[in-house]
Structure formats: structure tokens, C-alpha cells
């Protein structure tokens, strides 16, 4: 059996979430290996051949590739595909971009958001925001799966030295194309890796109060996240959203601070290993998921917990 | 311009849907049914572009059973001006919407096609994707903004970085995201409107579409349960119970 991981980059290093993708696919068993697409991507291939347990990278350096545009990496996937039997990506805005399209060109269904790997053709997945767990069986022969990233340990970093083969292959649909992006800088951990994740939500009140999350964060060397209702009334951008659709987060600690605790957001946090809900309302539904709830106003509790740790 | 619009019956979102005890699917009985939350964003777009003068005509799409009629009028009260109902029983996986609507896309020929970017049933999060690499047309998934141009589309997504902005040749394919727009209410008279509104029927055999099945769901099961916690005092115990109990922090 063959695997080929679609690593999730930005051209000079590889993402942690390329690791819990290659620890899905050593579930799966067989040879694997990693595509790097990109452009000017040598330094994330040369990271990935590090990882120990893969039989060879593959680079295709393009710049049709260099924005991850789905149009371009699905017509490189689909015909690399070819070779293999199972084609995995990490279940990031990545890859939940251009994987479909990958299973619409080889005419496979696609397997969304897998949690663990039954046997080589059954998966088990999150279905009605988490709230039922399904175990699905694949009838295609080639599979195409997306993987969520919580949900397996990452393959370690370093230790091995697959060789990189070039691929000169290149597609461009020539229907889209990149005009910017607005990435947000911060010296903080990124919220999908960080082991310590704090959130704030409505009960923020405003964006400016989120400052009261960011002395925390920094003893804690923790990244800040918000709820989808944070997010719509516009305190934080959107790439702070933890939840159904937006981040999937299972750090070591997550602390939800003035968040009442929706579903949509449950979906997103509740593999949480230790969980602290601090909120003024007591029947907040975020207490039923909490490790250690605290019923407090937020606005004295938080520097209150900064002071203290 | 014309736009498609495709919209999916689901369980209303405000349902805590529950497994069978048995295992064998969701217990679905008597649960009340709704248009899913992205394609009533999908719908809403649409409608806004034509208020705006871009767009001239709206089809509502669904594929389902004979249920997704109530959603088609539903956006026809929203503002769609027709709708076309594929009728297929039982579940249809992405991959099998994805070539039915392609055959209404040959049919229709939309220079927009505006879909959720999930479902909030299965969550597969595939459809629009699929239908953009069956169709060769550009996607612009989890859009937060849109902008149509002369023969082109700008769109901002929102990534896992912040937002990214691309340009597409049309037609192309959006698929919104929570912050696209946020979606009116139907009122009274356009209810009563969207009841004289056109609505054809299609069977997947006059689109020439074979519906398949690619993955099969043989069990349910509710996620593992969360120990219950405890409620501490204040700061102070909290602190010291994360520190000597859960020890997460030093």
C-alpha cells in the first residue's frame, strides 16, 4: 500500500499539521510519501525528507503552485495520484480547499475530518458538529482523505533522510489567481500548536478588553482564541474563531473566558486535555465541559490570574 | 448575470442531535427541518446581488427528497425567482450533488454559482469543491466577501493566517463562509409569492447522472463524555488545582 501526505507549508518550512497528516497515514500502514508544492519550496522539502519513515519527498517547485490555488494543486495531486492508494492531507483551510477537487478528478468520494484509522478502508469521523461520531467504509479504491490534526499525535520532526525527487509537472488552470493575503504577525504560538490556548468571547464586551487575555497569554506562552460570537461582533479577526467551522483546537490547556459555551464552539475545543471556564453565569453550558469552573466576573478574575501565575 | 444557488435541507441547527441507541444512524424522527445555515448566507448573497443590479436572474437549486421542496421556496421567498428540484431519495454523497448540479449547470448556464461551504449534517465540506473540479471553474470557498467584476470575481476568504484575496475568471463557484452577510427574513407577502414561483422537477436519470455510493456510514456513536469537573472558589484555588492537580502550568 502507498500513501502520499500533501504537505501543508509556507515554501521555506513545513507546519506542524503535515505531521499529524504522516501520522495518519503510519495508521494506514504501507510506504509513505510527502508532496511539497509550492514555489522557491526547497527549504519545506528539505524539512520533510527529515521526517523519519518516509520513502521519498517529492518537490514541485511552480509558480503556479506558490498560493496553493486549488485549481493548480488538484490537477498536480489528481495526476500524481495515480500511483498511490491513499492520498492524505491535513483538514486545514488547506486542504479542505483542494482536496475535494482532488476526489472529484479521480471520480472518488472523499473522506472528511477522519479521527482514527479502523483498517485500511474504515475511518471514523465527526458528524452534526461533533455531537455523533460515525464509522464510514470506503468502496473507492484510491481513497482521499482529509485528517483532523487534534485528533492525531504528530509524527516526529527529524531522524530521517528520504531522498527529494524533483517534479517538473505543471498545472495551471488558469481561472484564479493570488492578489493578497492579510496574515496576521504575532509572536505567539499559532493557535491550531499551541499547548496553552485562551479564548474570550462575548462576555468580552469589546475588542480592546481582549488586552486583559494577553498578559495571561504571555506567562503562559499561550495563544489567544475567540468565539464565533466574539468574531461576529467584530472584538478579534476571524482567524481567532475557535470551533465547528472554524479552528479545531486540543491543547494540554484551554481556558474560555466570558464564553457561554454553543455548540459550534463545544465542537471546537472539547478534546481540550484540561479545561477552565471562567464566566459569571453558572448555568453557562461551558461549565458541563469544564475540568474547574470558576463563577466570577471576568473583568476582576483575569487580572486577578495574571498576578497569580 | 444569472446565479445558481444551491440549497440543502438539514436539521435546524438549534437541534441537539442525538445516535440511535442502537447504533445504526441519528434519531431523526420528528426533528424539525431547516435550510441550512450557509446556504440561507448563499441565498441572501444572491439576493443582495441582485438588488444591486449585478445579478438579473436566481435559480435556487436542492437535491433531496421531496422534503427540499419546502427549502426551494424558502429561498424563493427569500428573493430566488425559480427553482429546480432534483428529487433523489436517501442520502446523496458530495461527490453525487456535485455531478447533479454540474448537469444543471450545462442546463442553466450561471455565471455564479453560490453554495454553503458545509453542511451542518455531515460537515463533509466537499460539494462546491467538487463541483468546481467537475465544471473546470474557479472556487472561492469560505468567503467573507465578494465582489463581481467585468468578467472576473474578487473574493476574500477567510484562511487559517487571516483572509487571503484571489481573483476568478466566471463563471465561478463561491462558497460563503459565516461572515459573507447576514441572511433577512422572508416576510409574509414574499411567502405567499414564492407559492406561485416556478419550481421544476428533475429525476437524476433525465440529467443522466448515475447516483453512486462511495462511502457507506455502518454505525453511530456519541463522543466520549467529559469526566464531570468541579467548581473552584476563586483565583487562587484555581491556580493551585491547575498547578499540583491538573499540572499544565509551573
Not at chain 1, 91 to 97: M, P
Not at chain 2, 127 to 137: D, F, I, P, S
Request: proline share 4%; hydrophobic share 45%.
Amino acid at each position: 500500500m502507498k500513501t502520499l501526505v500533501i504537505a501543508e507549508h509556507d515554501n521555506a518550512s513545513l507546519k506542524i499539521a503535515t505531521l499529524n497528516a504522516v501520522a495518519a497515514a503510519q495508521a494506514l500502514g504501507g510506504d509513505i510519501d510527502i508532496l511539497v508544492a509550492g514555489a522557491g519550496c526547497d527549504g519545506a522539502a528539505q524539512a520533510a525528507a527529515q521526517v523519519p519513515g518516509i520513502s521519498k519527498v517529492i518537490c514541485a517547485d511552480n509558480a503556479a503552485y506558490e498560493h496553493q490555488l486549488a485549481e493548480n494543486i488538484s490537477l498536480l495531486v489528481a495526476e500524481l495520484g495515480a500511483d498511490y492508494d491513499n492520498l492524505l492531507a491535513a483538514s486545514t483551510a488547506n486542504g479542505k480547499n483542494f482536496m475535494p477537487r482532488v476526489a472529484a478528478l479521480l471520480d472518488v468520494g472523499q473522506i472528511s475530518d477522519i479521527l482514527s484509522v479502523e483498517s485500511a478502508d474504515t475511518f471514523t469521523r465527526p458528524i452534526y458538529a461533533g455531537n455523533v461520531i460515525a464509522t464510514v467504509t470506503s468502496s473507492d479504491a484510491k481513497k482521499v482523505i482529509t485528517v483532523r490534526t487534534t485528533a492525531f499525535d504528530p509524527a516526529p520532526a527529524e531522524g530521517g533522510a528520504a531522498t527529494v525527487e524533483n517534479c517538473a509537472a505543471a498545472h495551471d488552470a488558469g481561472v484564479s489567481a493570488f492578489i493578497r493575503e492579510e496574515v496576521a504577525v504575532s509572536d505567539r504560538p499559532e493557535l491550531t500548536a499551541a499547548s496553552v490556548v485562551i479564548s474570550g468571547g462575548r462576555g468580552m464586551q469589546n475588542g480592546d478588553n481582549f488586552s486583559l487575555l494577553e498578559g495571561i497569554a504571555d506567562k503562559l506562552n499561550a495563544a489567544i482564541g475567540a468565539s464565533r460570537a466574539a468574531v461576529d461582533a467584530g472584538f478579534v479577526p476571524n482567524d481567532y474563531q475557535v470551533g465547528q467551522t472554524g479552528k479545531i483546537v486540543a491543547p494540554d490547556l484551554y481556558i474560555a473566558v466570558g464564553i457561554s459555551g454553543a455548540i459550534q464552539h463545544l465542537a471546537g475545543m472539547k478534546d481540550s486535555k484540561v479545561i477552565v471556564a471562567i464566566n459569571k453565569d453558572e448555568d453557562a453550558p461551558i461549565f458541563q465541559v469544564a475540568d474547574y469552573g470558576l463563577v466570577a466576573d471576568l473583568f476582576e478574575a483575569l487580572p486577578a490570574l495574571e498576578a497569580a501565575l | 448575470m444569472k446565479a445558481l444557488v444551491a440549497v440543502k435541507r438539514v436539521v435546524d441547527y438549534n437541534v441537539k442531535v442525538r445516535a440511535k441507541s442502537d447504533g445504526s444512524d441519528v434519531d431523526l424522527n420528528n426533528v424539525k427541518m431547516a435550510i441550512n445555515p450557509f446556504c440561507e448566507i448563499a441565498v441572501e448573497e444572491a439576493v443582495r446581488l441582485k438588488e444591486a443590479g449585478t445579478v438579473s436572474e436566481i435559480v435556487a437549486v436542492s437535491v433531496g427528497g421531496s422534503g427540499c421542496q419546502e427549502q426551494i421556496r424558502t429561498a424563493l421567498a427569500l428573493g430566488a425567482d425559480r427553482g429546480i428540484h432534483v428529487e433523489v431519495d436517501g442520502k446523496v454523497e458530495p461527490l453525487s450533488v456535485a455531478k447533479l448540479l454540474k448537469a444543471v449547470v450545462q442546463q442553466e448556464s450561471p455565471d455564479l454559482v453560490i453554495m454553503g461551504k458545509q453542511s451542518i449534517d455531515g460537515d463533509n465540506n466537499q460539494t462546491g469543491q467538487m463541483l468546481g473540479a467537475l465544471t473546470g471553474m474557479g472556487q472561492g470557498t469560505f468567503a467573507s466577501e465578494i465582489k463581481v467584476g467585468e468578467g472576473s470575481v474578487e473574493v476574500i476568504r477567510e484562511v487559517d493566517g487571516g483572509l487571503q484575496t484571489i481573483s476568478l475568471k466566471l463563471p465561478a463557484i463561491i462558497t460563503t463562509d459565516l461572515r459573507l452577510n447576514e441572511p433577512r427574513y422572508a416576510s409574509l407577502p414574499n411567502i405567499m409569492k414564492a407559492k406561485k414561483k416556478p419550481l421544476e422537477t428533475f429525476t437524476p436519470e433525465q440529467l443522466s447522472v448515475e447516483v453512486k455510493t462511495h462511502v457507506t456510514q455502518s454505525s453511530v456513536a456519541p463522543p466520549p463524555e467529559r469526566a464531570a469537573g468541579i467548581k473552584v472558589e476563586d483565583v487562587a484555588q484555581l491556580v493551585d488545582k491547575l498547578r499540583n492537580e491538573a499540572k499544565v502550568i509551573s
